[in-house]
């Protein structure tokens, strides 16, 4: 499994932004789906978005649609999501997740590796 770890959460106001990053080691990056999954407070976790191997395909929740995108860099073996119009119900932890298949139906099932989390305030 690949190993990842993700940064760039903080407080920020509402209608602000964020870019998180999500930094992988230990296999090759690019033989991975890359996605960032979300959890609030008493919810389950949530799919977001999700990127296809070279970055050629983009995934996103209708949620998030429009607002947030997607990246890769298989050079530098890190995921982005950069989060602009931020609302407060975006308030939650953010999950960085890969896995080799792509399997279309953005289930947490799907996912074999994921980070540790980082959490994204946004205050009103």
């Known amino acids: 499994q690949v190993q990842l770890v993700e940064s760039g959460g903080g407080l920020v106001q509402a209608g602000g932004s964020l870019r998180l990053s999500c930094a992988a080691s230990g296999h090759t990056f690019s033989s991975y789906i890359m996605a960032w999954f979300r959890q609030a407070p008493g919810k389950e976790r949530e799919f977001v978005a999700a990127?296809?191997?070279?970055?050629?395909?983009?995934y996103y929740a209708d949620s998030v649609k429009g607002r947030f995108t997607i990246s890769r860099h298989n050079t530098m073996n890190t995921a982005y999501l950069q989060m602009n119009s931020l609302k407060p119900e975006d308030t939650a932890v953010y999950y960085c997740?890969?896995?080799?298949?792509?399997?279309?139906?953005?289930?947490?099932?799907?996912?074999?590796?994921w980070g540790q989390g980082t959490q994204v305030t946004v205050s009103s």
């Open positions: 997740a890969a896995d080799p298949n792509l399997s279309g139906t953005w289930r947490r099932s799907d996912f074999g590796s």
């Open positions: 990127i296809s191997w070279t970055g050629s395909s983009t």
